[in-house]
């Protein structure tokens, strides 16, 4: 099974808004509003930022958002702070038999 | 608060076998599905099982479908992993997540449980 692309680091400075693509196929980003978005930072348990493409859940801030477009997914955000500095994930329903594929993980630096 | 903790992490022997743990609380266990999930060192996330509210479904990654079972305990609020001929790729920290209000996203998990395929 193949994971979602992601690029690898995206970086920008304190209040700067930032956007990391994931890009899947028809199997799964390309078909399904199942989308969603992790935070992780290292030794810390992963956290959710959006589901179904777009939606926050509760407690998570507004500068975080996300959109879809043909196979490729994308996480925006905005007036980027330190505290962001951390990897993000992708994730997908899948038709395949992998049925939920991550993305490869994209480091966020702030500068 | 809603929490998962699991448990079971080891060192194993190659071909080895493991039962890997996730205790549950703070919520109605038996309301959400249940996924596992994993990191090897180094690496990203890797999405490896998911389980429905009853036991009743299961999906595996095909990297570890026939070796991987999950399986869960409604009455004691627990999720389990039972990891058989594990290899050096099993290598990595497994994570315990719950699924979402809707089924297709994991909105609460552990820290982790370190399991070490040497020799």
């Known amino acids: 099974q193949s994971a979602l692309t992601q690029p690898a680091s995206v970086s920008g400075s304190p209040g700067q808004s930032i956007t990391i693509s994931c890009t899947g196929s028809?199997?799964?980003?390309?078909?399904?509003?199942?989308v969603s978005w992790y935070q992780h930072h290292p030794g810390r348990a992963p956290k959710v930022l959006i589901y179904?493409?777009?939606n926050r859940p509760s407690g998570i801030s507004h500068r975080f958002s996300g959109s879809k477009s043909g196979m490729t997914a994308s996480l925006t955000i905005s007036g980027l702070q330190a505290e962001d500095e951390a990897y993000y994930y992708c994730?997908?329903?899948?038709?395949?038999?992998?049925?939920?594929?991550f993305g490869s993980g994209t480091k966020v630096v702030v500068l | 608060e809603a929490q998962v903790v699991e448990s079971g992490g080891t060192v194993v022997q190659p071909g080895g076998s493991l039962r890997l743990s996730c205790a549950a609380s703070?919520?109605?266990?038996?309301?959400?599905?249940m996924h596992w999930v994993r990191q090897p060192p180094g690496k990203g996330l890797e999405w490896v099982s998911v389980?429905?509210?009853?036991?009743?479904?299961?999906y595996y990654a095909d990297s570890v479908t026939g070796r991987f079972t999950t399986s869960r305990d409604n009455d004691k609020n627990s999720l389990y992993l039972q990891i058989n001929s594990l290899g050096p790729e099993d290598t990595a920290l497994y994570y315990c997540?719950?699924?979402?209000?809707?089924?297709?996203?994991?909105?609460?998990w552990g820290s982790g449980t370190t399991v070490t395929v040497s020799s």
């Open positions: 703070g919520f109605n266990f038996a309301d959400h599905a």
């Open positions: 179904d493409v777009s």
């Open positions: 997540a719950r699924g979402g209000s809707r089924p297709y996203f994991m909105d609460v």
């Open positions: 994730n997908s329903y899948s038709s395949d038999t992998t049925h939920y594929v």
């Open positions: 028809s199997s799964d980003v390309g078909t399904y509003d199942h």
């Open positions: 389980i429905n509210w009853n036991g009743a479904v299961t």
